[in-house]
């Protein structure tokens, strides 16, 4: 931070660090485990490209995947992270539910929640949306920078919807 005189001011206040944890399926439908572990993925990536903001390493938050009684301050002092990003997607008939949440982790109070309802006709792009207003949105939160340029398809590196599905239905199967 810069002083009235351009000097730089030493503050105590470590950047702020975020956890991705992968999101919990909701869903009833192992076969939607995909969706939700990619929905965390992109997240992640897209939170990366966010000035200002640490991203703890995914490998670190896939230790709490498909676990729900996760206690969020020991994951704070476990991965030195100042937040968590958890959510759960749910996938119902022709409708997608994804809610998000950031829970500061020494006060385990929540900072941010969202829930966003769409169409699961193209679930790509829905998860695509979702994390650009999730990125979009949690830099205010944490007081850091903005979010970099992200490309049309922030959560993944293509634009081909069959592509990227066809990728995380691999990914989980490969974990598994």
């Known amino acids: 931070m810069l002083g009235a005189a351009g000097l730089r001011l030493v503050t105590d206040d470590p950047p702020p660090a975020v956890a991705v944890i992968p999101f919990v399926n909701l869903s009833g439908d192992d076969a939607d485990e995909y969706l939700a572990d990619g929905m965390a993925e992109g997240l992640a990536t897209a939170l990366g490209k966010v000035s200002g903001i ?41 409708r997608l539910r994804v809610s998000a949440q950031l829970v500061d982790t ?18 790509f ?14 830099p205010r939160e944490l007081g850091a920078g903005t979010p970099a340029d992200l490309p049309a398809s922030a959560s993944s590196g293509t634009s081909d919807a069959d592509a990227y599905d066809l990728y995380l239905r691999g990914r989980d199967l490969l974990e598994r």
């Open 106 to 123: 020494k006060e385990n109070r929540e900072v941010w929640t969202r829930s966003y309802d769409r169409d699961a006709a193209d679930a």
């Open 54 to 94: 640490r991203v703890a390493s995914r490998t670190l938050g896939y230790r709490y995947r498909r676990r729900r009684d996760v206690d969020l301050q020991a994951v704070g002092r476990e991965l030195s992270v100042t937040h968590v990003l958890v959510g759960s997607v749910r996938r119902a008939g022709g």
């Open 125 to 138: 792009a829905v998860q695509d949306e979702i994390t650009r207003l999730v990125a979009s949105a949690l």
